[in-house]
Nanobody
Framework: QVQLVESGGGLVQSGGSLRLSCTAS????????MSWYRQAPGKERELVAA???????NYADSVKGRFTISRDNTENTVYLQMNSLKPEDTAVYYC?????????WGQGTQVTVSP
């Protein structure tokens, strides 16, 4: 059974930091591209950051220089370090695992950044 369990969300003041974690099970983690998406109220879900099985990364322009995605293949976990948070980063953050046509989602974790 595939599971993606996110943690680390919460309420933080503008300029603060949070670290999200997503622990995977039920599939071969090292084969998958891991991504973080977010969805703010009234907006579409958008890609925040991704890391390939080989460790190549890409980021949304809005988070470049502030967010860092990483993965620990020994722990089947992907992280999103978020620094210099802004109120516009407020959203539900979702972990995604992708491999060709296969795509799995976590349940999401709320991140709220107060002004």
């Amino acid at each position: 059974q595939v599971q993606l369990v996110e943690s680390g969300g919460g309420l933080v003041q503008s300029g603060g930091s949070l670290r999200l974690s997503c622990t995977a099970s039920g599939f071969t983690f090292t084969d998958y591209r891991m991504s973080w998406y977010r969805q703010a109220p009234g907006k579409e879900r958008e890609l925040v950051a991704a890391i390939t099985d080989r460790g190549l990364t890409n980021y949304a322009d809005s988070v470049k220089g502030r967010f860092t995605i990483s993965r620990d293949n020994t722990e089947n976990t992907v992280y999103l370090q978020m620094n210099s948070l802004k109120p516009e980063d407020t959203a539900v953050y979702y972990c995604n695992a992708g491999f060709y046509r296969l795509s799995y989602w976590g349940q999401g974790t709320q991140v709220t950044v107060s002004p």
